[in-house]
């Protein structure tokens, strides 16, 4: 079967920086995604990972290993604007499998 | 280029009527996917369509929901005899026939709610 997981709630100062985590469990997996979503709103894509490291994307990075069924989003120079939902979501078959979202809340 | 549409952004149901919701996708996309969103919960995949086909319904409830993409107009995705636990926030995506297949836009969403 597919599994996702990441945490629920984080919470950050603004200027810091922060991970948010995501373990998963598929077969036939394709790549692995991220997304941002504010409340209210659509998800807009964040990253995409198909091979194991890093991607870096101006203040926004993605890891991805493959072996270990493990990715994690890294935020730089949190800004207030980046208190969002941040989804992770697997490519495999047809679909993307999402996990329930990390709430990214960052404080003054 | 506009982006994937959705329409209505908001749609108030009673107990017994029929959703009927719909999703343009981006110009030159071919491929739509709909997912399904509780409150507080993660994006939950339903339906992948191409241009008259069902690719792969498995994430649908199989009575009352079903899901269409013809020729010409939008996809749309049908719940009849709603009951208040469909009521949720239904996105579309969509995706290009070729090149970066796995690039899903998102539209706005129409969030149901069932009175």
């Known amino acids: 079967g597919q599994n996702i997981d990441q945490p629920t709630e984080m919470t950050a100062t603004e200027g810091a920086i922060v991970q948010i985590n995501c373990t998963y469990q598929?077969?036939?997996?394709?790549?692995l995604f991220w997304y941002q979503q504010h409340a209210g709103e659509a998800p807009t894509f964040l990253s995409y990972?198909?091979?194991?490291g890093l991607e870096e994307k101006g203040r926004f990075s993605s890891f991805l290993s493959r072996s270990k069924g493990y990715s994690y989003l890294l935020l730089k120079e949190l800004q207030m604007k980046d208190s969002a939902s941040y989804l992770c979501a697997m490519w495999a078959g047809n679909m993307l499998t999402f996990g329930g979202g990390t709430r990214l809340m960052v404080k003054p | 280029n506009a982006g994937v549409m959705q329409n209505p952004r908001h749609l108030v149901r009673r107990r017994g009527q029929e959703a009927r919701l719909r999703c343009s996708p981006m110009?030159?996309?071919?491929?739509v996917y709909w997912y399904r969103q509780l409150p507080e919960e993660g994006l939950k995949f339903m339906v992948y369509?191409?241009?008259?086909?069902?690719?792969?319904e498995s994430g649908m409830p199989k009575e009352r929901f079903s899901a269409e993409f013809p020729k010409e107009g939008p996809s749309i995705l049908r719940i009849q005899q709603v009951v208040r636990g469909d009521s949720a926030a239904y996105f579309c995506?969509?995706?290009?026939?070729?090149?970066?297949?796995?690039?899903?836009?998102f539209g706005p969403g129409t969030r149901l709610t069932v009175t």
């Open positions: 110009k030159g996309h071919s491929h």
């Open positions: 995506a969509s995706s290009p026939a070729t090149g970066s297949t796995y690039e899903q836009y």
């Open positions: 598929t077969s036939g997996f394709n790549g």
């Open positions: 369509l191409q241009k008259e086909n069902i690719i792969d």
């Open positions: 990972n198909v091979l194991d």
